[in-house]
Antibody, heavy 118, light 106 residues
């Protein structure tokens, strides 16, 4: 069974840092582009970042550029999101998402909640 | 960025009825449009991609149509498990963006 499980969320003060992880199983992780998508409480979905299969190309939403860093470890079947300089508006559930071969968001993890508050 | 506007915001229907959801893009995205279903407390699930193709395991009562700037998701006969929020998403223009969602409620 294809599975993605996020971890690392929690409460952090404004300006603080947090590292999210995503463990992938049930598929050949190194064959797929991966994304992070977030959802603020009661709000819609926002694409955050993506990374290609071998980390050659990395992309960020303007709202997070310079503060969030995506990375992957294909040997460990894991995806990460290093978050620094966190703001209240970064409060959201963060989803780890696998891309289909033609780059649709075809498999989602259950998400991990990040709350930025003093 | 490409803005996707979904309408209506809320659709109140009964099981067995037909649901028609609209998604309009601020510029052409060709057929690079997908639909996702999200139930309360759950992650989104891919329903339709390429505007018209059902994802694996999605029932035939779900269908998508449209191209360019105007798209429609149709649920032919609502089942109790279909009451949820539906989002459209485009990847025809960078960056990928989502609509604000349509809630289908009883």
């Amino acid at each position: 069974e294809v599975q993605l499980v996020e971890s690392g969320g929690g409460l952090v003060r404004p300006g603080g840092s947090l590292r999210l992880s995503c463990a992938a199983s049930g598929f050949i992780f190194s064959n797929f582009k991966m994304h992070w998508v977030r959802q603020a409480p009661g709000k819609g979905l926002e694409w955050v970042s993506s990374i290609t299969k071998t980390s050659t190309y990395i992309y960020y939403a303007d709202s997070v550029k310079g503060r969030l860093t995506i990375s992957r470890d294909n040997a460990k079947n894991s995806l990460s999101l290093q978050m620094t300089g966190l703001r209240a508006e970064d409060t959201a559930v963060y989803y780890c998402v696998r891309a289909s071969p033609d780059d649709w968001f075809d498999t989602w993890g259950p998400g991990t909640l990040v709350t930025v508050s003093s | 960025e490409t803005v996707l506007t979904q309408s209506p915001a809320t659709l109140s229907l009964s099981p067995g009825e037909r649901a028609t959801l609209s998604c309009r893009a601020s510029q052409s995205v060709s057929n690079y449009l997908a639909w996702y279903q999200q139930k309360a407390g759950q992650a989104p699930r891919l329903l339709i991609y390429g505007a018209t193709t059902r994802a694996t395991g999605i029932p035939a009562r779900f269908s998508g149509s449209g191209s360019g700037t105007d798209f429609t998701l149709t649920i032919s006969r609502l089942e109790p498990e279909d009451f949820a929020v539906y989002y459209c998403q485009q990847r025809g223009k960078w960056p990928p963006t989502f609509g604000q969602g349509t809630k289908v409620e009883i």
